[in-house]
């Protein structure tokens, strides 16, 4: 079954529209990636200030292929080439990694 990445960052509500917009632009960059099935950018609602970036992947290969290739120069919500790069919106980020061991969708009629 796949993996599940999901990129915890800590955005202060200042960068919030800032982190929003970065992902916005980026639209597209990962989707036509080998092995990529999902993503979301999950918006906090209320007593926290981390976002949640949660992609699915085929395999662990397929997205340490992302990595190592294109969508590392935009991971994170950044963008610009190098030595462009403007300030991360986040102020920290921790990369966590799960299996998918069970999957269900809603009932088809």
């Known amino acids: 079954m796949s993996i599940v990445k999901i990129n915890v960052l800590t955005v202060p509500e200042e960068q919030r529209e800032t982190l ?3 992902f916005a632009a980026r639209a597209g ?3 036509g ?11 906090p609602v209320e ?7 949660y992609t699915r992947w085929r395999t662990e290969e ?6 190592a290739g294109r969508g590392q120069a935009t991971h994170g919500g950044g963008g610009g080439a190098q030595g462009d790069r403007p300030k991360p919106a ?3 980020a921790t990369l966590w990694s799960f299996e998918v061991v069970q999957q269900t969708g809603p009932k088809q009629a």
Request: zero cysteines; proline letters at 0%; charged letters at 35%.
């Open 20 to 22: 929003e917009k970065r």
């Open 29 to 31: 960059a990962v989707e």
């Open 33 to 43: 990636s080998d092995g990529f099935e999902w993503f979301e950018l999950l918006r």
């Open 47 to 53: 007593g926290t200030d981390t976002y949640l970036v």
């Open 62 to 67: 397929d997205f340490q292929a992302w990595t």
């Open 90 to 92: 986040a102020t920290d």
